[in-house]
């Protein structure tokens, strides 16, 4: 088993930046992909962006492209997201989401991931 914790949500005003931290914990021995996944107030979970087993294969939504930068750090566990130029509709909590039976363009479907965080809230204030 594999646990995931997130942290760094927070209350930002719009324009400012946040980042998201994901540590695994359990079984890291194996290597996993990684997805970042969001669900605002009476919506759906939504994919945000995801990494590959390698850091080179980067995934966004669209809305988040140029403004969000997912990021990994093996040594440590942990998957990272950058976000930069908020806006108040990025408010959501924000769930990271591991995989070891996927990789690629499967990476935005959140069927694919077999562990998910508890999540973390960020608010953007307008």
């Known amino acids: 088993q594999v646990q995931l914790v997130e942290s760094g949500g927070g209350l930002v005003q719009a324009g400012g930046s946040l980042r998201l931290s994901c540590a695994a914990s359990?079984?890291?021995?194996?290597?996993?992909?990684m997805g970042w996944f969001r669900q605002a107030p009476a919506k759906e979970r939504d994919f945000v962006a995801a990494?590959?087993?390698?850091?080179?294969?980067?995934y966004y939504t669209d809305s988040v492209k140029g403004r969000f930068t997912i990021s990994r750090d093996n040594a440590k566990n942990t998957v990272y997201l950058q976000m930069n130029s908020l806006k108040p509709e990025d408010t959501a909590v924000y769930y990271c989401a591991g995989t070891a039976r996927a990789d690629g363009s499967w990476l935005r479907s959140q069927n694919v991931y077999d562990f998910w965080g508890q999540g973390t809230q960020v608010t953007v204030s307008s």
């Open positions: 990494i590959g087993l390698s850091a080179d294969n980067t």
């Open positions: 359990g079984r890291t021995n194996s290597r996993y992909s």
